[in-house]
């Protein structure tokens, strides 16, 4: 059990798309989801948590309006990179908990975002 | 806060001998650590966890030990395989939601 899947894996687009990327956990329901940005050889740097029916929590010098986290249900996050550029080509993460004391956090395989 | 380390960038190891990779971590609160496996172009996929009142778990073939005194994790893999060659990351959580990730360390297996 505790699968997440994300989708896409790959995203190739044009400077100024914006682009959204879903996070869903298939097997159980997920009170809280977490969204990380991962650069090449390095680990995973922490952006938002999302609690379902409430607002995103960001990590501190994460723009919010740049990074819009929707958290509409318990199986179901979404983030959407606005007006992506270059610099925000990396590999996006996401992961889900149940969300009852200390649970581990399930990851999906990741979004590959690639902006020309 | 929290801040988590890794003793060493890259571990390699012969098939069939045993792992061991190492993480510190910096407050003594935090109460819940993981050990995640990340292969190439993948997500981190648990492996162990283990809460701050034990000092060893055991799965297959891998083993945390928590020395809370030293504020130090390790993960033990036995007989490694070419299958274990991946980026592993200790994960410290304190008493929250959020997970503080190590640097994580990349094992080789070579034949």
């Known amino acids: 059990g505790a699968v997440v899947s994300q989708h896409p894996s790959w995203v190739i687009c044009k400077s100024g798309t914006s682009v959204k990327i879903e996070c869903r956990s298939l097997?159980?329901?997920?009170?809280?989801m977490f969204w990380y940005r991962q650069f090449p050889k390095q680990s995973l740097m922490l952006m938002a948590t999302?609690?379902?029916?409430?607002?995103?929590?960001?990590e501190q010098g994460v723009e919010k309006d740049k990074f819009l986290i929707n958290h509409a249900s318990l199986t179901l996050s979404t983030l959407t990179v606005t007006s992506a550029h270059p610099e925000d080509s990396s590999f996006y993460i996401c992961?889900?908990?149940?969300?009852?004391?200390?649970?581990?956090?399930?990851f999906g395989d990741g979004t590959r975002l690639s902006i020309l | 806060g929290e801040s988590v380390g890794l003793h060493l960038p890259t571990l390699s190891v012969q098939e069939g001998d045993n792992s061991i990779i190492n993480c510190a971590y910096s407050?003594?609160?935090?109460?819940?650590f993981i050990w995640y496996k990340q292969e190439s172009g993948k997500g981190p996929q648990f492996i162990i966890d283990i809460r701050s009142n034990m000092d060893k778990r055991q799965g297959q073939r891998v083993t945390v030990l928590l020395n809370k005194t030293v504020k130090h994790l390790s993960l033990q893999i036995a007989a490694t395989q070419p299958g274990d060659s991946a980026v592993y990351f200790c994960?410290?959580?304190?008493?929250?939601?959020?997970?503080?990730f190590g640097t994580g360390t990349r094992l080789q297996v070579f034949p």
């Open positions: 992961s889900a908990s149940r969300g009852q004391g200390n649970q581990p956090q399930h």
């Open positions: 994960a410290v959580n304190l008493n929250t939601d959020k997970l503080i």
């Open positions: 097997d159980f329901q997920a009170t809280t």
């Open positions: 407050n003594s609160a935090s109460d819940y």
């Open positions: 999302s609690n379902e029916g409430s607002k995103a929590t960001y």
